[in-house]
């Protein structure tokens, strides 16, 4: 089994790299890039809520901190888009690092409700502070560019978020296999047990929380750059939370489940268009139900299925 | 200045009431099944659109409210049969996702079939304003309060006096335990689902003359209803109502005198600091794990 950890990540590679070929056209281009930056944002949710078994209802309010410092910044006071972007994941993990330590003393619910309240002020401040973010209208973004070099059209955004997918996809395997991830995933089976032998429960909680925060503020900015727009929706309640539901869907404490969750939620939206005002109907409906029969996720129930671990 | 407090006091504890039921909405369901019930907010919205509409149709008052108070706690009980019953002991996060997707559910049917305009209700006797040392007070808002009052009297009966509050407590405190002494847990959970809907729903027929309703105001109203709630301490029915008439009133003394824009942000500036400093809220008692 120790072997056959990277295949996965070659399939991703492969699939990532034939991909743009086949693609019929830019609609579908445009699907992938978005589908590969969920993909990223979910993997990263993934580590605390998966593996370190810690919720997260606020995390669209990283994502927005991350876009606004992106589409802020350069248009207010004319600052790079990489120091910007830099700016944002920076504010989001000393944000996430200074609440981190009271919020994980909560559990289950309490520490449910605290991240949830966390993702609101975000959004409402975002709403409100009009005058710097737009207000609800939002604004727009300028290009993402470094020396003289302009990232404007969809092929060469496919290239950046598939190479940040690929390094995202080794680096959270690696991560999981590591001292670091062996103590995460003990403190999700046991807290006490794993106190017990020797693990800095919360030093680590609150190191998992800091790092998916920053993954999310950094491809908030990406977003923000790519689209080219951002609007107070990004960081709202309902954003979290499905990325919270890709994260379930794909399945909890999968790396490649992250991946199947993000791409089969970020399809459904246009597979649903053609139910004209039932949307959210079918939906809600998709998400009871896939919770209902498969509540361990795609992936991990496949795999029980057919014999094997990923 | 003290008719200007008394204002913001009176729209608080207005507000707060229709937050403490939906608070005891979440207490009921947390205490049956330790399932946060998202789709909380949802009742609060359906009580109110379905009266608006049942008036609108023609039907007596009384006649309205009952059906608008029935229909939600049906909603309720299909969301437990045919929703959570299958999934018992799933993870929070499958249980959150589940109730989020029945919210959605709801609002959505709610917007194609009532449409995605504001609605309002005509005040249950009259709109002349009850003058109080210079601040007004809306009779409405006596209605809101009054019923909110019965409402908790009769709750605490049920839950002190009769033997199905009993077995609905002792459920609560430890599952297998009611089990064994032949509490039908399963009966037990209906009845919670029922009653939070019809809470719910009730508090937001209540509050519908006065702030007005839509196909989506379930969703702030149903997340400050789970402030309230655990603000109170999850699980505690007292906890719950003055876990709501304090968000209520912080609420609108926010916007009175800080910020208006930020009204909505308040209670959650409000939860996280209290857990900060007391991780089980105000009423919540002392927990010890078990290993």
């Known amino acids: ?310 | 200045m003290l008719a200007q407090f008394l204002q913001f006091l009176f729209s608080g504890i207005t507000v707060g009431a229709t937050y403490a039921l939906a608070a005891l909405g979440f207490t009921l369901i947390y205490n049956a099944s330790n399932v946060i019930n998202f789709a909380q907010g949802e009742f609060i919205m359906l009580g109110g659109m379905l009266a608006v509409f049942f008036v609108q149709a023609g039907l007596p008052l009384p006649v309205a409210l009952v059906l608008a108070i029935l229909i939600p706690a049906i909603v309720g009980v299909l969301i437990e049969k045919l929703a959570i019953e299958p999934v018992r002991g799933a993870e929070t996060v499958t249980l959150i996702i589940i109730t989020i997707g029945a919210s959605l559910v709801i609002r959505g049917l709610t917007s194609v079939i009532f449409g995605k305009g504001t609605h309002s209700l005509p005040a249950f006797s009259g709109e002349t304003p009850i003058d109080i040392l210079g601040a007004t007070l809306m009779p409405q808002s006596l209605w809101v309060l009054g019923v909110t009052a019965l409402v908790v009297v009769a709750l605490w009966y049920f839950f002190s006096r009769t033997l199905q509050g009993k077995a609905m407590l002792a459920t609560s405190y430890n599952r297998l335990a009611a089990e064994l002494v032949g509490i039908n847990t399963g009966w037990v959970l209906f009845m919670s689902f029922a009653m939070s809907a019809a809470l719910g729903a009730l508090g937001g027929i209540l509050i519908t003359p006065i702030t007005l309703t839509s196909y989506d105001v379930g969703i702030m109203l149903g997340l400050k209803g789970f402030v309230a709630a655990v603000l109170g301490g999850l699980g505690n029915g007292l906890g719950a109502v003055v876990g709501g008439l304090l968000v209520g009133i912080l609420e609108a003394m926010g916007a009175g005198y800080i910020s208006s824009a930020y009204k909505d942000a308040m209670p959650f500036v409000l939860i996280l600091f209290i857990l900060f400093f007391m991780p089980r809220g105000l009423f919540g008692g002392k927990s010890t794990d078990r290993v």
């Open chain 1, 1 to 310: 089994m120790k072997k056959s950890v990277y295949n996965g990540l070659y399939i991703v590679i492969a699939i990532l790299v034939v991909l743009p070929f086949v693609l019929p056209n830019s609609f579908y281009v445009d699907l992938a890039i978005r589908m590969a930056i969920n993909a990223v944002i979910v993997l990263g949710l993934n580590l605390l809520v998966g593996f370190a078994g810690q919720i997260s209802l606020g995390h669209a309010g990283f994502l927005g901190i991350g876009a606004y410092a992106s589409a802020v910044l350069p248009t207010h006071f004319g600052w790079h888009p990489l120091l910007a972007m830099a700016a944002g994941a920076a504010a989001t993990g000393l944000l996430a690092a200074v609440v981190a330590r009271p919020i994980f003393k909560l559990k289950g619910n309490y520490l449910a409700m605290a991240t949830l309240g966390l993702g609101i002020i975000i959004s409402i401040a975002l709403r409100n502070e009009a005058q710097w973010t737009g207000g609800p209208d939002g604004m727009p973004v300028p290009a993402m560019g470094m020396f003289g070099f302009e990232l404007t059209n969809d092929k060469q955004w496919y290239w950046v978020v598939a190479i940040l997918l690929s390094v995202s996809v080794w680096a959270s395997l690696n991560l999981i296999d590591s001292p670091f991830g062996r103590a995460l995933r003990a403190l999700h089976g046991s807290e006490v047990a794993s106190q017990v032998v020797g693990v800095d429960v919360v030093r680590y909680k609150v190191a998992i929380f800091v790092l998916s925060a920053v993954f999310a503020s950094l491809m908030g900015s990406v977003t923000a750059h790519y689209v080219g727009f951002v609007s107070p929706n990004f960081a709202d309640f309902f954003h979290s939370i499905e990325l919270m539901t890709m994260v379930v869907i794909g399945g909890m404490a999968s790396v490649y489940g992250s991946l199947v969750g993000a791409v089969l939620l970020t399809a459904l939206p246009q597979a649903l268009a053609t139910f004209e005002g039932w949307e959210t109907v079918v939906f809600g409906a998709i998400l009871m139900l896939s919770m209902i029969f498969l509540p361990k996720g795609l992936v991990p129930t496949l795999a029980a299925k057919f014999g094997k671990g990923e």
